[in-house]
């Protein structure tokens, strides 16, 4: 069962560094939103770096699965690793800084980063790695740990517990990062590491290390989110922000899930064609063979039934003549064979031949062949051996020589180096293997792999292989025996391997085909999910900031027009709803100034209610501020919208006629004069009021203007009330009127 889930997770790598790489990638991208210009930007700025930077990492593992790779690359890949371990330490190094607990500077870094050089030249990658895992990942996340648990106290209530959740993420992640590393020749790498991780719990170890980016990435997310709705203040956003939560998590898991499915489906569809062609290149290799050495066995039939051969009487050894010897050779001669036997019962020969040039073989424990034992027995058969002097593949084909009654007396064997074979099929595009009954590759067309096992031995099994090649490279080429057909990792390449038994001893040829392109294949599902996912977050992160701009535009909109009421109150009397003093004085400041400038003519017009004390005594307070409400709203629709009506303070009213000369202000006054008077209040008889008018000069300052206005209204007061009267700045041009 592990085994299973193991073979199911190894087809899936691609798939799990692509959403390791992106759950990463997202962490940044939140870290920099959460930065801001806060006093801690620094600490998340270095986490969102360190978020781009490990996603990347993840990214440049999973294009090193598809297209293959290298020292140059490797070493980039484990630098840049190794830079991003240390972002995320200088993250907690500045995070402890700022609460105020003194730590070692940056300077730290550089004696981390020099130990790590020293060891990549010293032991190599693989152990830099390790150590830069050891030292700074583990550091690193648990660091962070220790700083999200820090600090969860300080956010809101509803924000602490994805605080404690990323303390936790971050403290997992330091072990499954920081411990679990890939294996390297020292301890504890050699102990714990990846390797065993997957061979105990049939998971690899980078789908934890994705899950926990996940977990992280959305604890930050949901920080995020909770700081945003405090900030706001607005309830609708925060139930915005719940439901949004909910439904990203449920898209980001259907995105992923559908895209896994795509994926896996084109993986699959490819596989099905591998799967196809390699057979048919397997069955291509095994009719070469046969075809190779068939007509070989021929022969050997051939030879074991000539007349010159077989013995002449009952129970007797095959001849051993002149005739026998020459029928012998001519078969070798034939065949292309290197050698020919003719051997007894026992074994024994007692005849040999060799192909011309070459010496005949003699000696030899022949009778220990099973090919041998299979033919006394009265069967033709064939096999193959090692020829360690040559280092070739010897083809042996034997035939039983029987008497004049059928019995066998007798074995006939050609034997022929496969050597015009091997050199046709070292032009085999794929990796091809003949394997003997022990699984030690005996031809192949990788000059690397020859004599080495195919699968691990056991020690007697290696013995006897050492014996047959003589010394043996004993790293097996993969851990564990091949069937039939079997999806496995060739010396760390994924690859689809086929095998198919040649001979009736064990030995057997297999294709390899390696399975590069499936991943290649694989990745046009990955690209669309990335897309995809990209869309989705677009759209979401949209939404959101259009319901936050929303918001905030309200807020400003609110604020706006509380600014403008409380600006209105500012310039507005409370009781007749006209402008107050503070407007009128600002007004006046404002068109005098304008009348200087451009020679506009400028009036002002003050007035008062007569008698307004008697109202207030004879008919109460309230009657006459009810009489002064009135009177403001009939003076209000007398006036033009240009002129500013003030009230002037208690029962007097202010009107400032922008453009209006002396007499056009008189007849104005004259008008609002006689339409107070014809104007009825409850409880009063009538309300008349009494008007001064004048006109401004450019000389004039604002004291001089209004004083000449009140100068007149005392005269209308003095010559009987309820009139208007109207004084001009000097006698000789208008005196008073």
């Known amino acids: 069962m592990r085994e299973t889930i193991s073979a199911f997770f190894d087809a899936q790598l691609d798939f799990i560094f692509f959403f390791y790489g992106l759950a990463f990638l997202l962490l940044g991208a939140i870290c920099f939103a959460v930065a801001g210009e806060g006093p801690r930007r620094a600490g998340w700025v270095m986490l969102g770096l360190f978020g781009y930077a490990h996603g990347a990492v993840e990214w440049l593992d999973l294009l090193a699965l598809v297209i293959g790779d290298g020292f140059a690359f490797e070493f980039a890949r484990k630098a840049l690793m190794t830079a991003s371990y240390l972002l995320l330490l200088e993250f907690a190094r500045s995070e402890a800084v700022a609460a105020g607990d003194g730590k070692p500077g940056r300077w730290i870094h550089v004696p981390l980063a020099l130990i790590i050089i020293v060891v990549a030249a010293v032991a190599g990658l693989a152990s830099a790695a390790a150590v830069a895992r050891y030292m700074i990942g583990f550091v690193g996340a648990l660091g962070a740990a220790l700083v999200f648990a820090g600090g969860a106290p300080a956010l809101a209530a509803a924000a602490r517990p994805y605080a404690y959740l990323a303390a936790a993420g971050f403290a997992l992640y330091a072990f499954c990062a920081g411990l679990v590393v890939a294996p390297a020749p020292f301890w504890p790498a050699s102990a714990l590491n990846s390797d065993r991780f997957v061979a105990v719990t049939g998971v690899p170890i980078q789908l934890l290390r994705g899950l926990l980016a996940c977990v992280i990435a959305f604890s930050v997310w949901s920080i995020r989110q909770h700081q945003l709705a405090q900030e706001l203040s607005s309830r609708r956003f925060a139930d915005y922000l719940r439901r949004q939560f909910v439904w990203t998590i449920a898209a980001m898991m259907a995105i992923l899930l559908c895209g896994w499915g795509l994926t896996d489906f084109l993986g699959a569809v490819y596989q099905r064609n591998v799967q196809a062609e390699t057979r048919s290149d397997l069955d291509l290799l095994a009719s070469r063979f046969v075809g190779e050495t068939a007509a070989l066995s021929g022969m050997a039939a051939t030879l074991a039934g000539a007349p010159s051969v077989r013995p002449t009487g009952e129970g007797e050894a095959p001849q051993a003549n002149e005739a026998a010897r020459a029928t012998l050779q001519l078969h070798v001669d034939a065949s292309g064979a290197e050698r020919g036997l003719l051997l007894d019962a026992s074994g024994g020969i007692v005849a040999s031949a060799a192909a011309s040039g070459e010496k005949a073989p003699i000696g030899g424990d022949y009778a220990s062949h099973r090919s041998f034992r299979e033919a006394i027995g009265g069967v033709a058969s064939r096999c193959m051996t090692y020829d360690s002097t040559n280092r070739d593949v010897v083809y042996h084909a034997s035939a039983p020589i029987r008497d004049t009654s059928g019995g066998v007396v007798g074995v006939a064997v050609l034997g022929k180096p496969l050597v015009a074979l091997q050199a046709d099929l070292r032009r085999f595009d794929r990796p091809y293997f003949l394997l003997d009954s022990d699984g030690v590759v005996a031809m192949t067309n990788r000059d690397a792999d020859m004599s080495r096992p195919m699968w691990p031995l056991s020690t007697e099994r290696l013995r006897e292989a050492e014996r047959r090649y003589g010394a043996l490279d004993d790293r097996p080429l993969l851990e564990r025996e091949l069937g039939e057909s079997n999806w496995v990792a060739l010396e760390g390449e994924q690859g689809y391997i086929r095998r198919r038994f040649i001979d009736t001893e064990g030995w057997s040829v297999a294709i390899a085909t390696p399975t590069r392109e ?133 029962e007097e009213f202010a009107l400032l006629t922008p453009g209006v000369d002396g007499s056009a202000a008189l007849k104005a006054a004259e008008k609002l004069r006689a339409s107070i008077e014809r104007l009825g209040v409850e409880e009063i008889d009538g309300v008349t009021c009494s008007f001064g008018v004048t006109q401004f000069t450019p000389d004039d300052s604002a004291e001089e203007f209004v004083g000449r206005a009140d100068e007149a209204l005392y005269l209308a007061k003095l010559r009987g009330r309820n009139r208007v009267e109207m004084v001009s700045r000097s006698p000789a041009s208008g005196g008073l009127s």
């Open 518 to 650: 499936i991943f290649a294949s694989r990745v046009l599902g990955i690209i669309v999910t990335l897309l995809v996912t990209m869309m989705t977050l677009i759209y979401l992160i949209g939404q959101e900031r259009r319901l936050q701009d929303g918001i905030q535009m309200e807020k400003r909109l609110r604020l706006q027009e509380l600014a403008r009421d409380l600006g209105q109150q500012a310039v507005t009397d409370r009781l007749t709803g006209l402008f107050n003093r503070l407007k009128f004085d600002q007004a006046l400041a404002s068109e005098m100034l304008r009348s200087q400038r451009y020679g506009v003519p400028l009036s002002l017009v003050l007035f008062d209610v007569d008698n307004f004390k008697a109202i207030n005594d004879s008919h109460g307070h309230q009657t006459g501020d009810r009489a002064l409400v009135r009177l403001a709203e009939a003076a209000a629709k007398l006036v033009r919208g240009s002129d500013i009506l003030a009230r002037w303070g208690g």
